[in-house]
């Protein structure tokens, strides 16, 4: 089998115009893609400081709120989302500037072929950080659905004990000057002030 080969037909003007709007695209394509990041990161810069902050101020004390162990996890999802938030502004910040490492000159591909492998790049961190971001705002959401709809810390019990050696344990303690009423289990108890020995504060009644 023998295999013959022709010259092809001439360039002419319009094979020279293609050729230049295609160099023209790939010196374009960078910065096109370094201006949607611009975009990007101003739309979604506020609104991960605004996630951020929320999470910084707001978070521990909405934690100290919610019953063990649901606390952790909301500890652990605002964890998440403030790592997540960081690596999508990384991203971000890499997409509009470029990445902070030396490049080496390679003189067997043309500046246009490297500025082609440049807006890859930038394209590519662009979309990890537009990703993070949205992640960032989903962990978010899940920590404070947690601590709106979680289990409520127990509020501190009332221990009272008394001369006659009764143990009394419940909340919602009210009083008259003679008599101490604490809202228990079986229901509202009351006790004279001149039986009360002891009233100390106790995580939950035994």
């Not at 899940?142 to 009764?166: C, H």
Request: net charge positive; glycine share 10%.
């Amino acid at each position: 089998m023998s295999i013959s080969i022709r010259p092809g037909r001439p360039m002419d003007a319009s094979d020279a115009a293609r050729a230049r709007e295609h160099q023209q695209a790939l010196r374009a394509e960078l910065p096109l893609v370094r201006e949607a990041a611009h975009s990007w990161r101003i739309g979604l810069g506020g609104l991960l400081l605004a996630l951020v902050g929320f999470s910084l101020i707001r978070g521990p004390s909405e934690v100290d709120k919610v019953e063990p162990p649901w606390n952790v996890v909301i500890g652990c999802l605002l964890l998440v989302s403030l790592a997540t938030g960081a690596y999508g502004a990384y991203r971000l910040l890499s997409a509009h500037n470029g990445r902070p490492r030396t490049r080496p000159v390679d003189r067997r591909t043309s500046a246009s072929t490297q500025n082609h492998l440049l807006a890859l790049t930038a394209l590519k961190d662009l979309r990890h950080g537009i990703i993070a971001t949205f992640l960032c705002t989903v962990f978010l959401v899940a920590a404070v659905g947690t601590t709106w709809y979680g289990p409520e810390k127990a509020k501190p019990k009332l221990l009272v004990r008394t001369t006659t050696g009764a143990v009394l344990c419940g909340d919602g303690a009210t009083g008259d000057g003679r008599r101490l009423t604490l809202k228990t289990k079986p229901g509202r108890v009351g006790v004279p002030l001149s039986d009360v020995l002891v009233v100390e504060t106790v995580e939950k009644c035994p």
